[in-house]
């Protein structure tokens, strides 16, 4: 008898243990058929002992199990949810849930499921109402109407007091509110082990090199460290995607990600395009970690600049910096200390991170620009590099 009556929803749910919800399939014996089976489990009831309000109660209980939860309707109340950058469909979901929204993930994930446009939504703010069904939520969602936009592009290569300066802007937030959640970056989502170091130098915790560089879109109603942990946490899935720090780990000899993580800075400022990141990178691991470079110090000037920047002062050109300044080892981002500088020197986009992470091979421990479109040429001794300043001085470079 109840093998006629379809009582096979164990088999089905033993079936799809462990598969993802996005992809059971639907209709058809193997598919569920709730209703069918819904109709099987209340003649069972029937049949197993008469049908009282205790039996309903249980019925009631049973279908809800089968059913989606969902609400009926448009909604009520309008409410505010963030959906941050890379945020995957069940990710949205469960902002939509714990805002109120819908009544279960499970709701929008089908609803999103049969609509093919629901890869197009993005991330960022949007204006919804409480208690909406899955289906209107999606289509909220997909209404640009309803995406608040309040978007700031950060540059590749911002310092990070360049960066507060230029979000104060955006939001009247004052600087000094940045600067004071900057203080503890570990509060912002950095994770401790970014800070350590394989070269025995005490590590800085700072959180220059963690802004990454994007367009964001500002919450409404958003504080400084709401923001900058907007900005660590997108930092911290792009290095994820790219297996940024277990790559440093295993293919850079020792270095450590966080040190990857200042080279990377390093050959943000230097190159002058795309192409010369990776071997602006491999210039400062040859000069630091090789032996074979005289001082075993960096030696650019880009991180002189980035001491007057932090202290308040003016930056400069390389031909306005006097020798003083050039070679004040009081300075801890001096360009004749030996070994690799305290910190990042700017907040590196994915290229230069890249550049950093799989640095062309090359023995060079020279560059200099020579075309006003700012390639580089790159030597391995002093002799050469002599030639390729001779041929920058002939095109006007320096």
């Not at 994007?214 to 899935?237: K, R, W």
């Not at 190159?271 to 000069?287: E, F, Q, S």
């Not at 075993?296 to 306005?320: F, H, I, P, R, W």
Request: aromatic content about 8%.
């Amino acid at each position: 008898m109840f093998d006629e009556l379809d009582l096979g929803h164990d088999e089905q749910d033993r079936g799809d243990k462990g598969k993802h919800r996005r992809g059971r399939k639907r209709g058809g014996r193997s598919g569920g058929g709730r209703g069918k089976t819904a109709l099987a489990l209340l003649l069972a009831l029937v049949l197993l002992g008469g049908i009282g309000g205790g039996a309903f109660y249980g019925f009631d209980r049973v279908q809800s199990y089968f059913v989606t939860p969902d609400y009926d309707g448009a909604g009520t109340e309008e409410v505010t949810i963030q959906i941050p950058q890379g945020a995957f469909l069940a990710d949205m979901a469960v902002a939509l849930y714990d805002a109120g929204v819908i009544k279960s993930t499970k709701a929008f994930i089908e609803a999103a499921e049969k609509n093919s446009r629901s890869r197009n939504i993005q991330s960022g703010t949007y204006k919804l109402r409480k208690q909406m069904s899955g289906e209107l939520a999606l289509a909220a969602m997909l209404d640009p109407a309803n995406r608040v936009v309040n978007g700031i592009t950060i540059p590749e290569g911002r310092t990070a007091k360049s960066i507060f300066k230029l979000l104060s802007d955006k939001t009247d937030i004052p600087v000094k509110e940045f600067e004071a959640a900057a203080k503890d970056p570990e509060k912002l989502g950095v994770p401790d082990w970014w800070f350590k170091r394989s070269d025995g130098k005490k590590p800085k915790k700072s959180i220059e090199g963690f802004l990454f560089p994007d367009t964001y879109e500002i919450p409404p109603n958003a504080t400084a460290e709401i923001i900058l942990g907007q900005m660590v946490d997108h930092f911290l899935s792009v290095t994820g995607e790219m297996e940024f720090a277990d790559r440093v780990q295993k293919e850079r000899g020792g270095i450590s990600p966080y040190e990857a993580l200042i080279v990377a800075s390093l050959a943000q400022a230097e190159a002058g395009t795309k192409k010369d990141l990776g071997k602006v990178a491999r210039v400062a691991y040859n000069r630091v970690y090789k032996g074979n470079f005289d001082c075993g110090c960096l030696e650019m000037d880009v991180t002189v600049n980035y001491y007057l920047e932090s202290t308040g002062q003016k930056t400069k050109t390389s031909a306005e910096m006097t020798r003083d300044e050039l070679l004040d080892t009081k300075n801890p981002y001096s360009r004749k200390l030996r070994g690799m500088i305290p910190t990042p020197i700017n907040n590196p986009g994915k290229e230069a991170l890249e550049g950093a992470m799989d640095p062309p091979n090359g023995n060079w421990l020279f560059f200099v620009a020579i075309d006003k479109e700012g390639n580089s040429a790159f030597a391995e001794t002093y002799q050469d590099h002599l030639k390729n300043e001779a041929k920058a001085r002939q095109a006007g470079i320096i």
